[in-house]
Each structure stands twice: as C-alpha cells, then as structure tokens.
C-alpha cells in the first residue's frame, strides 16, 4: 500500500507519538459523551420535579 509522501513522513517523524494521541483523543470523545449524557439524564430529572 502506497500512502502519500506527507503522510508518511508524518508517521516515520511522529509514529511512536500515534497510538498514545490517539487513544487520548478516543477517551476524551468518550468522556464527553458520558458527560453530555449523564447532563441529559440530570435535566430530566430536574424536569419531573
């Protein structure tokens, strides 16, 4: 598989670096789901009241 030269200049300079970053930006995507969830959740409650 052939990638782009930018690409793979940006893996060979940053490769080590990739799978931490990544797994940070998956956990914050996830965290804020939660958080915008359980957000959700609270308001509701308040609602009933």
């Known amino acids: ?8 200049t940006l ?3 940053f490769g ?3 799978i ?3 797994l940070f930006v998956l956990g914050a995507i996830g965290y804020l789901f939660l958080w915008l ?3 959700s959740r609270r308001e509701t409650y308040t609602a009933d009241e």
């Open 1 to 8: 598989m052939a990638a782009p030269p930018g690409l793979e």
């Open 11 to 13: 893996v060979r300079t």
């Open 16 to 18: 080590p670096f990739l």
């Open 20 to 22: 931490p970053a990544t």
């Open 37 to 39: 969830l359980s957000r």
